[in-house]
């Protein structure tokens, strides 16, 4: 039997599954196929881990980094030094990175205790993100503050 796709089109899914089907030349099937992609929860955190990374060494898109009064108070020269020990940072453990996102850390640079934080929220930054996996749904926010800050 010779089957023709006709048509392939993505329909609407919702965040953590992609729904694709095709209607193909009716013959002794009438029904239509479907394929449906889950994402599981282990490709999610790795997903959300590789765009917090990007993130914090500058090559996020769809983001903003946030610094603080406390850190703008340190002065113009410890900026680029701040955000190169973010962006470098690598000392993640299970007691500080519990969901494996690299969404927070915890350093010192020039005498001074920092945190930083990455907050997922929707494209309008009026709400949390409905899926911090999709850039296309996620507008991150890094935040960078004197530990005394947070």
């Known amino acids: 039997m010779q089957q ?32 449906e992609w889950h994402v599981d929860k282990a490709f999610r955190q790795k997903r959300i881990r590789r765009l917090n990374d990007a993130l914090r060494s500058g090559e996020g ?16 020269e410890a900026l680029p030094k701040i ?15 519990p969901h494996g996102e690299h969404d927070f850390g915890a350093l010192t640079v020039l005498g001074e205790k920092l945190f930083w934080k990455v907050d997922y929220f929707d494209k309008t930054l009026k709400m949390l993100s409905p899926d911090p996996a999709s ?12 530990a005394s800050e947070y």
């Open 4 to 35: 023709q796709i006709n048509q392939i089109r993505r329909q609407p899914s919702n965040p953590q599954n992609t729904r694709f089907s095709h209607n193909s030349a009716r013959g002794a099937c009438e029904s239509e196929t479907s394929l």
């Open 61 to 76: 898109s769809n983001a903003s980094v946030m610094a603080t009064q406390g850190v703008l108070a340190l002065g113009d």
């Open 83 to 97: 955000s190169a020990a973010v962006a470098a940072f690598s000392d993640f453990s299970e007691d500080n990175d």
């Open 135 to 146: 850039p296309m749904h996620t507008h991150r926010v890094l935040t960078i503050m004197l």
